[in-house]
């Protein structure tokens, strides 16, 4: 069967289906890419076992058919090729690809070689898609990325009436992004973060739908359908160690903060988790950080809310510039007192974000 | 002692010198940047035994002094820094570095920590330095990587009367590129090619001025001197083994070749060394691989010269492509037969350049 498709379409469908495919794995079906031609067009399928994906395009296609092939060698060529149209011609044990005066030919395997994956779910909600993304965004780096308590390394949606947040904490951090939007869904689920950033990717503008499943949620975007396979395990009662008033905060532009603890934090040893520690009296916010090259410091003029005696806290560079890079505008920076009881970032421009770091102990 | 700096200027010049000071060395001392200070402004140097570099530039300095930093904690804060200009107060044990609202404190060795560098050479050659970083880009890939025998990794200078010629080879193809000037040096020297990376990195427009030196060739440009350790050994008579005649060559654009052969190569297996297929016949090049995913070809029109049999050759994928990297217009590529004898890639616009490629055995 011949079918005739743009170049850009395909290798920008594979480059994005690629990623998930892997090019490597112990079970050899798993770096098998499904290719399904039908009346409406094009289907390509791949799975990694946490992410399923299915991308549809329009094509110009004789009749119907299944195949596989392996997706990062069909991803390879059609990047590589010289015109701006393809011609994929699918027979019984090969595919020919002819592009220009380039031509290959790919075996095929056994569309029953590839994953079975299900993509027939009901789409009981929707949310926008550019909303989703930015509240994704905006809290997944504050899931762990290390071996800990399988948990920490997922992104929690509260599916409620009329909300619906997104939060992660690796324990030591802790970052939410509420929508004032239903989804028509009401349930909580877990989502690993590697899932979350495979999703992020296929975003764009418009409508998502979304349905819940036994063990995934199911998601269709313009021309993609994923499955994303939930994480078992009771997500920690985080609300409960949020702190909610503060004796003293601060008020500054989140680059410029984000910027100096990064200089200052250059003078940090590693092994010290990265430590900065800062200093607020006066409206003035001091930033001081040593090891074994040296010392630095920086002062930073702040608008101070609370006049309790000056704060002096010690944290991870790293959390703090993490939690400030959803920021654009202003960030209120609220203290608990001088000790280890967390510290809490709003954004004064968004107060759907919110950025809890717990600080260091230094005693 | 107090000395003000613009922050550009320092931080272009410390990125330059902190690719060769090592961040990591077995020899503590040779992670160590010196510094400098004199009436005609600052100095900055290192070294990796391989290749010394010094960079000097103005600065308003009160006095004179020498020490020594770890360099790569030094380039890290500059390019931190916030401001546009940067006070550096060295001290007896400390630098402090300031800039806008941050000041940090490093600690300072002794500059007779530092390797003792001498860029006392005196210029009896110069040449200009496009044409000698063009003459280096476009033979460099030719030199081994691999732990093979030395000389393969080096790159030979010629410096004659009246010409010079950089040549590099790794015993499987070669390439040459001649100038028509005189350095006013007259020797035969091997340049690692890692050094010839770091040279090529420093050479940008005007004059280069060069010495050599027992077991080095130095190099004055712009703001930097570097000393370059040159290799021991024989390189190989290679003038003897470039073919002179050709019984067929083609000539075709070398973007386009070099593509088509990329392209052709996707379908190669690594284990068979990237093998694609050549056969000329009748005007027409076509280009085959095949490998375990399937196989490819393409087909090109040429200008072809000479009419024996079908040539019919076998290469390494990877050679070809490098060989014709360096041209941007027509090339041709001549055929000693159909035989492992080599092939001779020149560039049409540019007859300084020529390249050998030995074809692989395929009985």
């Known amino acids: 069967m011949k079918v005739l498709v743009p170049k ?24 098998l890419l499904r290719i399904d031609v039908t009346e409406d067009g094009m289907e390509l399928s791949g799975s990694n076992m946490d992410v399923d994906i299915r991308a549809r395009f329009a094509v110009d296609a004789p009749g119907r058919g299944s195949y596989a092939v392996v997706g990062h060698v069909f991803s390879q060529v059609v990047r590589a090729l010289p015109g701006e149209d393809v011609q994929l011609d699918l027979g019984d044990d090969e595919m020919q690809i002819s592009s220009g005066s380039y031509s ?9 070689s590839a994953p079975v994956l299900n993509f027939g779910a009901q789409f009981g909600g929707s949310i926008d898609a550019a909303q989703l993304a930015r509240a994704l965004s905006a809290v997944k780096y504050a899931a762990s990325v290390a071996d800990f308590q399988a948990v920490f390394r997922g ?21 939410y992004y509420d929508l004032k939007e239903s989804t028509g869904l009401l349930s909580e689920v877990i989502v690993p973060a590697r899932s979350v950033d495979e999703l ?38 985080y609300e409960r160690v949020i702190p909610k008033t503060f004796p003293v905060s601060i008020t ?19 092994t010290t988790n990265n430590r900065v520690d800062l200093f607020v009296k006066g409206g003035e916010l001091r930033i001081t950080a040593e090891g074994s090259f040296g010392r630095s410091q920086e002062a930073l003029p ?6 309790d005696p000056e704060i002096a806290l010690a944290y991870n560079s790293k959390y703090l510039t993490d939690a400030l890079s ?15 009881a967390p510290s809490v970032v709003t954004d004064l421009g968004d107060n759907s974000y919110l950025a809890m770091v717990v600080p260091l102990r230094t005693s």
């Open 8 to 31: 850009k379409s395909l290798a920008d469908t594979l480059a994005r289906v690629e990623r998930i495919v892997p090019s490597r794995s112990s079970n050899p079906g798993l770096s």
């Open 104 to 112: 290959t030919k790919l075996q095929l395997m056994s569309p029953s």
């Open 155 to 175: 992104v929690k949606l509260e599916l409620a009436d009329g909300r619906m947040r997104a939060v992660a904490t690796d324990g030591f951090r802790l970052a």
């Open 252 to 270: 500054l532009e989140a680059g410029r903060l984000a910027e100096a603890v990064a200089r200052v934090a250059l003078m940090a040893d590693k």
């Open 326 to 340: 959803p920021a654009d505008g202003e960030v209120r920076l609220s203290f608990s007192g001088s000790n280890s």
């Open 302 to 307: 702040v608008l101070q809310e609370g006049t």
């Open 200 to 237: 992020l990717r296929v975003l764009s503008d418009g409508e998502v739908k979304l349905a819940l499943e036994p063990a995934q949620l199911s998601v269709q975007h313009g021309n993609y359908s994923l499955n994303l396979k939930l994480m078992d395990g009771t997500f920690p009662d």
